[in-house]
């Protein structure tokens, strides 16, 4: 179906991420969180852990952007927001609905 690009350094909720993906039926590509994001060429989505990655860089990729932070963390959620990535949400809803917010994307 997909390209999607996981920018999420914590490697047990990286493996969740590319499980629940790939079984949606996803290519996923890892990706290094820093401060500039590359894509792989045909990259369609980046899903990115806002806590490891610049908003500003992910809102500014030539694609869709979901981001997910701590619950508890407003001014993440807010500089996410006004930075332009596409969907911001708490990682604990990441996790329940991932499949159904990168189909909302796609």
Same mark, same amino acid.
């Given at each position: 179906?997909?390209?999607?690009?996981? $920018?999420? #350094?914590? %490697?047990?909720?990286?493996?969740?991420?590319?499980?629940?993906?790939?079984?949606?039926?996803? !290519? *996923?590509?890892?990706?290094?969180?820093?401060?500039?994001? !590359? %894509?792989?060429?045909?990259?369609? %989505?980046?899903?990115?852990?806002?806590?490891? *990655?610049?908003?500003?860089?992910?809102?500014? $990729? #030539?694609?869709?952007?979901?981001?997910?932070?701590?619950?508890? /963390?407003?001014?993440?959620?807010?500089?996410?927001? !006004?930075?332009?990535?596409?969907?911001?949400? #708490?990682?604990?809803?990441?996790?329940?609905? %991932? #499949? /159904? $917010?990168?189909?909302?994307?796609?």
């Amino acid at each position: 179906m997909a390209l999607i690009v996981a $920018l999420v #350094p914590d %490697l047990m909720l990286a493996s969740r991420v590319g499980e629940s993906l790939r079984a949606a039926g996803h !290519e *996923v590509v890892a990706g290094s969180p820093s401060t500039t994001v !590359e %894509l792989p060429e045909g990259a369609d %989505l980046v899903v990115c852990d806002l806590d490891a *990655v610049d908003p500003v860089a992910v809102a500014a $990729l #030539p694609v869709p952007s979901l981001g997910f932070h701590s619950h508890v /963390d407003v001014e993440t959620r807010r500089q996410a927001l !006004e930075a332009g990535v596409d969907v911001v949400v #708490p990682r604990s809803r990441m996790a329940r609905e %991932l #499949p /159904d $917010l990168v189909r909302r994307l796609l």
